[in-house]
């Protein structure tokens, strides 16, 4: 596959949900055909028509799910796809240690199922949506893509595994072309505000909390922990802008148009923020208080974690442009806009 042909045809699982989604845009303004292909356990079906009004043409959804190989088999050799880029799955911690063999099944026999579809229909060129987590408890910080793996959690090991389970492939067979692509703390929504991150019940993250009280569905922030080893006794993430992170995938696609074998990449802005950092900025950008109380530290969080980028930057000519009050006010915008929207439906 060669992308630096343009119009290449990228299919995305999970691409009804909030960041494949976002890179549906990337891929779309960029000249490529995408094609959604999802179960929609965790989004919904107006997706496709969000879409298309923010790039002019809503792009086909395949309802399905990636553990249905024959599906995954007759939708790459019906949409002629060139290229994968692997986004489904379930992905909260917390549930993941409640729930082991669901995240297994889903996302380590739903990469099987993928990767012997791709293997039987051709094509091998695949970006998969890995994590931070898959380096467990920083030794040092920043952390490049040597930083020992060692996930600490039934999510994250599902995570790794499939990296694993990608290299071998990769070691097998010299046609196969993938890069792994380690998100950190993707927040945002894309400027048109018809997209964004909208988790059912009560947020697990702290962007979509944060702007959950703004719009006052919450009345107060929980600050998990206030006496950690940073500068002001909050944990530190790096927040990556969900539209840069869209365009970390243009960038490996393109990568992967010159480049076969296994690749990983860590995806962040290169900086950490606190929580209450975050807060602020949401403040500045929103005009609106956040308030906030600091509890018990939630188990299992580490104190600060954030990326060294420069493979990234380097390899791929790829970094984050956006800052702290961007992300904001994206997110801002967004919630607003589903207020507005939820109260015209009802
Ligand atoms: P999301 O839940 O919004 O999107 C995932 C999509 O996959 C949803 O639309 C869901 O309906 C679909 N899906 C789940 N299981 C499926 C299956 N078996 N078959 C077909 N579709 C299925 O999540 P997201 O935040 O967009 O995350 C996308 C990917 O990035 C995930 O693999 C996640 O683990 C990874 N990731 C996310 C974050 C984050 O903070 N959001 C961080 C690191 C990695
Ligand atoms: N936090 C709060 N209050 C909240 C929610 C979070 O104080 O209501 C704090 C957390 O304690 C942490 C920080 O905000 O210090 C960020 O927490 P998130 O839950 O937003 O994100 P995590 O860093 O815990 O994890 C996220 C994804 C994981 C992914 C990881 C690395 O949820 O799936 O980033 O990419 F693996």
């Known amino acids: 596959m060669q992308c630096k042909r343009w119009n290449v045809n990228i299919l995305l699982t999970g691409g009804n949900g909030y960041i494949g989604s976002h890179a549906a845009v990337a891929l779309s303004q960029a000249g490529h055909e995408v094609v959604l292909f999802d179960n929609l356990c965790n989004s919904r079906a107006d997706v496709p028509g969000r879409l298309g009004r923010i790039f002019g043409r809503a792009p086909s959804l395949v309802r399905g799910d990636v553990r249905d190989t024959d599906l995954l088999r007759k939708t790459l050799c019906q949409y002629r796809v060139d290229a994968v ?7 909260a911690v917390g549930e993941s240690v409640g729930m082991p063999l669901a995240y297994y099944d889903n996302n380590v026999s739903g990469a099987l199922s993928l990767l012997r579809a791709m293997q039987q229909g051709g094509v091998r060129t695949l970006v998969f949506s890995s994590s931070a987590t898959v ?38 067979d010299a046609d196969w072309r993938i890069a792994c ?78 480049n076969s074998g296994w690749h990983a990449f860590n995806l962040g802005a290169g900086r950490g923020s606190s929580v209450l950092e975050l807060v602020r900025a949401f403040e500045q950008a929103s005009g609106r208080k956040i308030p906030y109380v600091i509890v018990d530290r939630r188990p299992g969080d580490v104190a600060s974690t954030y990326a060294k980028v420069d493979k990234a930057r380097q390899m791929l000519g790829w970094q984050a442009r956006r800052g702290l009050v961007d992300m904001c006010s994206s997110v801002w915008r967004w919630q607003q806009n589903e207020v507005e929207h939820k109260k015209e439906s009802i």
Do not use: C
């Open 135 to 172: 380096y467990g408890e920083p030794r040092y910080l920043p952390m490049d893509e040597q930083h020992p793996t060692g996930a600490t959690n039934p999510y994250g090991r599902s995570k790794l595994h499939v990296e694993e389970v990608l290299a071998d492939l990769a070691a097998s």
């Open 85 to 91: 880029l692997h986004f489904a799955g379930l992905k």
């Open 181 to 258: 692509l380690r998100y950190f703390n993707p927040v945002g929504a894309h400027e048109s505000s018809m997209i964004g991150e909208d988790p059912n019940g009560t947020p697990n993250n702290l962007m979509p909390f944060i702007s959950q009280v703004a719009v006052g569905r919450r009345s107060q922030l929980r600050v998990f922990g206030g006496d950690y080893d940073t500068h002001d006794g909050t944990g530190v993430r790096d927040f990556i802008h969900v539209m840069d992170l869209a365009e970390g995938h243009l960038a490996a696609l393109e990568f992967l148009g010159t």
